[in-house]
């Protein structure tokens, strides 16, 4: 065992990377600015610097643990260097904390808190707002950028993109996309990562909270919604939970109070997705064409990604609209003949989500079929908003008549959950015992890559799942070499749904909570298996008959 001095007490090296990593893990939280733990060390910041023995200061971020060592967190030098940092970060930053849209959850702001700043000894130099709109999932503000470069570092190292990256030198430092163009120009996917990572309001999600409670206000609207899987075990925190509880029978009832007149969960839509997914998988196979590997097609951020860097691998990608929209057309249907104008709005764990819902292959007669998107982010705020005492809530059921869905559309919301579904869909021994061992394959868990293979009567089914668009890359120069695939699911941001770009922040480790929160709701659903929801022959023998195709699939190839 090893050990050194952490302001005086001696605290166990046990494989951490880094100094920061070890003084978190003693229970001392040393601020740092562009610290992620899974992206590369950049170690601009300089809020975690420590003094080590010889009166020397480190990075913690940067320095290594050795036995022996003995560093100090908290002295008078580092406080006074820490607030000058933020005095001069403050100074070059505009300082219209009540009116920003990440105000209650910036770094820059909470630091300052923290550290007691009441005063700025230099001029201010915050230059006029830099606010980039064109996207329908991210806005920027480029006045608000601190230079840690986190949303550089997750674009290029976890999503492969690289829309955006250093540009100039010196005072002219900024971030930028290609010849500085607007986003919505870039290759940007509209996965949010970046957004997420940002400590300050330079990229948020982009708000569209106030047309949604336009649409609730007016009297000629019947406004629907449906609830993603991954938002239920995400806004907990925010709103008294603990991360990771599932709080859709809350969300369901805060809605209902809000004003929404219609509240579906899209776990419902995603049972839909395993039926057309599954038959898709199985003819590809039978009739043993070019088409192979099937690539899930839910992850909008995904789709984006292929048509932007693989458009060859298009007639891979299956022609399953993803749940959010199979159910939204089936809930248009259903209330076509209202006397109001339908509004649908979709809660979503993802940034990517708004763009898909504005897709032109989406609506009909000009018209979309979600109306509006709003991130789990935003349902916070709506919520808060309202005055409700979310922890206070009495729990509540969806409605109906789509009130019934499955544990395989719950699961849709982390990596792996749509391959476990498809594969219940698809073997024959449908016992608790066969479900558990599916559990035990290799798709579960939080890993970027996991393989899995299943029996489907003699063949072997082999699956990959992935998650962070850098590995989806990866996986597809493999495939492209050679290896062999049946189904590959991918999800854009790391983890699933339940750390999509929409979603409060946490750090890394805490994901594997909402994972956790997602299969015991799979536990507590009494039908597992998608094919069994008896909403779903309700469903093919009315609104869907002879229309299948019209309604819930998609060519994104041609
Ligand atoms: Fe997802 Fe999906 S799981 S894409 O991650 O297939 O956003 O939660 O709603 O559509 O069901 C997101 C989550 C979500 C779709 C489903
Ligand atoms: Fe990169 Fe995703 Fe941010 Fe676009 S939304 S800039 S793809 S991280």
């Not at 990608?317 to 749940?323: A, K, L, M, Y």
């Amino acid at each position: 065992r090893e050990y050194m001095l952490i302001d005086g007490i001696p605290v166990e090296i046990n494989g951490e990377k880094n100094l920061l990593e070890l003084i978190r893990k003693a229970g001392i939280k040393l601020p740092t600015f562009c610290y992620h733990s899974e992206l590369s060390v950049y170690g601009a910041c300089r809020m975690c610097m420590v003094e080590n023995e010889w009166g020397g200061l480190d990075a913690a971020c940067s320095t290594p643990p050795r036995a022996g060592m003995s560093i100090k967190t908290n002295t008078e030098r580092l406080q006074k260097y820490r607030k000058m940092i933020l005095e001069l970060l403050l100074a070059n930053h505009c300082r219209d904390c009540t009116t920003c849209n990440n105000n209650g959850k910036c770094k820059l702001q909470d630091l300052a808190m923290r550290y007691n700043i009441s005063h700025i000894r230099f001029p201010n130099t915050a230059s006029n707002p830099d606010v980039d709109d064109s996207s329908l999932c991210i806005t920027r503000d480029r006045s608000k950028c601190i230079l840690c470069g986190d949303c550089v570092r997750v674009c290029n190292e976890v999503q492969n993109v690289g829309a955006i990256d250093f540009a100039y030198r010196g005072s002219k430092m900024t971030i930028s996309t290609v010849f500085d163009k607007p986003i919505f120009e870039s290759n940007c996917v509209g996965c949010g990562q970046c957004a997420l990572a940002c400590p300050t309001g330079a990229i948020v999600v982009k708000d569209d909270t106030q047309k949604v409670w336009k649409e609730i206000y007016d009297k000629n609207t019947r406004v629907s919604v449906q609830i993603a899987p991954a938002v239920r075990v995400a806004l907990g925190k925010e709103l008294g939970l603990n991360d990771g509880e599932n709080a859709i029978g809350k969300i369901v009832a805060a809605l209902r109070r809000m004003g929404f007149d219609d509240i579906f969960d899209t776990s419902t839509g995603a049972d839909l997705t395993v039926l057309e997914e599954s038959a898709e998988l199985l003819r590809r196979i039978r009739e043993g064409k070019n088409d192979m590997p099937l690539f899930t097609s839910c992850c909008p951020a995904w789709v984006n990604y292929c048509e932007k860097f693989y458009p060859e691998l298009l007639p891979h990608v299956s022609t399953c609209r993803s749940p959010m929209q199979m159910f939204a057309s089936i809930i248009k249907e259903e209330y076509s003949t209202s006397s109001k104008r339908l509004v649908h709005v979709a809660v979503m764990p993802c940034t990517a989500k708004k763009f898909e819902a504005a897709r032109k292959e989406f609506k009909v007669n000009g018209v979309p079929n979600v109306d509006y998107v709003l991130t789990t982010q935003e349902l916070v705020r709506m919520i808060k908003e309202s005055g409700i005492v979310f922890s206070e809530l009495e729990p509540e059921a969806i409605d109906m008549p789509f009130g019934t869905y499955t544990g395989a559309g719950v699961i849709f919301g982390v990596s792996g959950g749509v391959t476990e579904a498809v594969l219940r869909r698809v073997v024959s021994d449908k016992s608790p015992t066969s479900f558990r061992s599916l559990a035990y394959t290799g798709v579960r868990g939080m890993n970027g890559v996991k393989e899995a293979s299943v029996m489907y009567g003699d063949r072997k089914l082999k699956v990959a799942v992935v998650s962070g668009l850098k590995n989806a890359g990866d996986l597809i120069e493999r495939i492209k070499a050679g290896e062999h695939y049946d189904l590959v699911e991918v999800m854009a941001c790391p983890g699933g749904c339940i750390n999509g770009g929409g979603q409060p922040f946490v750090q890394s480790e805490e994901r594997e909570k909402r994972g956790k929160g997602l299969y015991s709701a799979d536990k507590l659903c009494n039908i597992k298996s998608s094919e069994e929801n008896p909403l779903m022959m309700t469903l093919y023998k009315g609104i869907l008959k002879g229309r299948v195709h019209e309604l819930l699939h998609v060519d994104y190839a041609s």
